[in-house]
C-alpha cells in the first residue's frame, strides 16, 4: 500500500509549526508562527474545492486515524468502520476510523446538494475572513489608512456573518447524529459561533463609539475565537481522540464547546503580556495594560 503522502505531509508541517511556536516563545515574536497557521488553514481548507466534500473528508479522518488506532480494541466506542474503508486514505492500514468521521463522510458522500453547498460556504467564507483578519491586525499596527482599514473591515464582517448563517445551519441538523454528540454538538455549535460573533460584534461597537483601544481589544478576542475554533478545535481532537476513545463523541463535544473559549483566553493573556512588555520598555516600568 502507498504511504499517503499528503497526511505525512501535515505531520511534517506540524513539527515544523511547533519548533515555529518554541521560537516564538523563545524571541517573543509570533509572527512567523501565526502567518505559518494562515497558510497551513488554507492548504487544509483548498482541498474541499479541488477535491470535493468526500475525498476531502477522507483526507481528514486520514489525520487522525494513525493516533486514534494506536493500541485501540476493534470495539472501542469513539471508532467506528465504514463502507468499503472509503472513509480514510490509508487504504486497508486502518479498518477502524474516528466514528464522528465516519458520520462526517457519508453525510456528505450521499447527500443533498444543499448540505453540501453550506458546508463549502461555511469553509469559503470562513477562509476568507481569517485572512483578511490577520491583514486587519497587521495594517491596524502599521499605521493604515483609516477609511480602507474600515472598508476591509466590513467585508471581513460579512464574510464572517455568511460564514456563521452557514455553520449555524449546518449544526441545527446534527440533532439524529449520535457520533456528533446529538443536540449536545448542536448546542455546542452555536456556543462557538456566538462566542466568535460576539466578539466581531462588540469589537465593532467599540469602533463606531470612537473607542479605538476597546476596539483593539476584542478583535484581538475575535481572532482568539477564530483560532480557536478552527486550530485549537482540531488540535484538541487530535489529542482527546486517543485518550477518550471508550466514550462516544467525549473528545469531540469537549473540542466543540470549549475551543472558541480558549482561544479568547489565550489571546487575552498574549495581549496583556504584549501590552505590558510595550509598557514596560517605553516607561521603565512595568505598569499593568488597560483592559
Known sequence: MELPIGVLTV????????ILLIRGVKQHTYSTFLNFGVLFLLALNVRYFIEGAPDAIAFFIGIYDVLDNLGASADAAALASCPDNGCTVWGDRYLTHPSWGVAFHERFLSDTQWRTTLLYGHIGFNSLAFVLMHIQLVRTGAGANAQSHRLLGRVTFGFLTLSTVCAVWLASQHGPVGEYGGSMSTWGFYSMSLCVYVCAVVGIVKAVRGNSAAHRIWMIRFAGA??????????????????????????????????????????????????????????????????
Do not use: Q
Open 11 to 18: 505531520y511534517a508541517a506540524l513539527v515544523v509549526w511547533i
Open 226 to 291: 477564530m483560532w480557536g475554533s478552527f486550530w485549537l478545535f482540531r488540535v484538541m481532537l487530535f489529542l482527546l481522540g486517543p485518550l477518550l476513545r471508550n466514550h462516544e463523541a467525549a473528545a469531540l463535544l469537549i473540542c466543540i464547546w470549549f475551543s472558541a473559549p480558549l482561544g479568547v483566553v489565550i489571546a487575552e493573556i498574549a495581549r496583556r503580556k504584549y501590552d505590558n512588555r510595550s509598557t514596560h520598555s517605553a516607561t521603565g516600568s512595568p505598569i499593568a495594560a488597560p483592559g
